[in-house]
């Protein structure tokens, strides 16, 4: 959620979904840009804007090596203060946001797409194994939430896929709370989905849950009908592919409408228009799809 300021907004992001996810409120930047200063605020906002609205909320996220504060990347910190730095700045957020919080999006883009670690701050400073550390800390601090590794690119068989598999499976085999993956899912329009179900249920085997966290499908501009037509198609079939699967717990939209909606490169990019509502939150054919496959359109 970015654009609650906005009436339109507002409304459509009350009234049309049922689980709401903050977009950069929750992110360490965000929350404590300056050290020892935490700004609650917008999160706390997004968080009563689900309860006031009878919503789920879903947590994003506690690790990821993007939108960290410039104190943190610039501290020259050692291995061990990183890890203290970590725990203290996971256990603070899934404590504060403890009850409210259904699932979190625990670790946040770990993988490299030919499967290897991301090599980030984190995977520097800890190793591979600070995964397995922030499910634990995380557990620890919100034994409610349903805690997930979020990735893109992993809506098909690729090494991407298969080393999340590996790295899920392992996890598990070591007992360490992990409950979900999360399927990021920012498609470019023509994209192949046909494998997604396929996907979910090769995860859903190893006892886990599957979520569509970040759904979009973009555009080249000029957005035209025929686009937006098979924009529409596109949205339906990743629906269906989540329903088919029984472990898919949620399809999460990133974005509420164009206006403010997150595409690559920003406004210098060449594609855009990657929700269900455009530029003045009018309904694009992709919302009456959707509403069809989910049986909400009489
Ligand atoms: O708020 C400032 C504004 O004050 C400033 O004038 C402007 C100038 O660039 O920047 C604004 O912040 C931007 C922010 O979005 C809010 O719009 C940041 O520059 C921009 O980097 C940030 O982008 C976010 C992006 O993550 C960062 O990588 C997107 O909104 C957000 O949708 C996107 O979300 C990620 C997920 O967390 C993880 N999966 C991928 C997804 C897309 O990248």
């Known amino acids: 959620m970015t654009g609650l300021s906005d009436p339109r907004y507002r409304a459509l992001a009350a009234t049309q979904f049922s689980s709401v996810t903050p977009e ?3 992110k360490w930047e965000r929350v404590e840009g300056n050290r020892h200063a935490h700004t609650w605020a917008a999160a706390d906002a997004i968080a009563r804007f689900a309860t006031e ?43 504060r946001y403890a009850g409210a919080v259904t699932a979190w999006d625990v670790v946040n883009e770990p993988l490299d797409d030919d499967g290897s670690p991301h090599r980030t701050l984190w995977h520097d400073a800890l190793g591979s194994d ?28 690729s090494p991407k896929t298969k080393a999340l598999y590996n790295l899920a499976a392992s996890l598990l085999d070591r007992g360490v709370p992990l409950h979900g993956i999360g399927f990021q899912c920012h498609l470019l329009l023509g994209q192949d989905v046909s494998e997604l179900a396929r996907t979910l249920n090769r995860f859903a085997e190893l006892g886990l849950e599957v979520a569509i966290t970040e759904l979009g499908v973009r555009m080249l501009s000029p957005v035209t009908s025929a686009k937006l037509a098979a924009q529409a198609a596109c949205y339906r079939a990743v629906v269906e592919e989540c329903l088919a699967v029984p472990a898919c717990t949620g399809l999460t939209i990133w974005g509420v409408g164009d206006a403010a909606a997150w595409v690559p490169e920003g406004s210098r990019s060449p594609y855009g228009s990657p929700t269900l509502y455009d530029d003045e939150y009018r309904p694009k054919p992709a919302r009456e799809a959707v509403a069809r496959a989910l049986g909400t359109v009489p």
């Open 24 to 26: 950069n409120a929750m």
């Open 53 to 95: 609205n009878d919503q789920k909320l879903r947590g994003h996220t506690l690790v990821w090596h993007d939108q960290l504060p410039r104190w943190l990347t610039d501290g020259h910190f050692t291995p061990a203060e990183l890890r203290t730095l970590l725990r203290t700045h996971v256990t603070t957020l899934a404590q």
């Open 130 to 157: 600070y995964i397995a550390q922030v499910l634990t800390w995380a557990h620890a601090a919100d034994p409610g939430a349903r805690l997930y590794l979020n990735e893109f690119n992993v809506h098909e068989e």
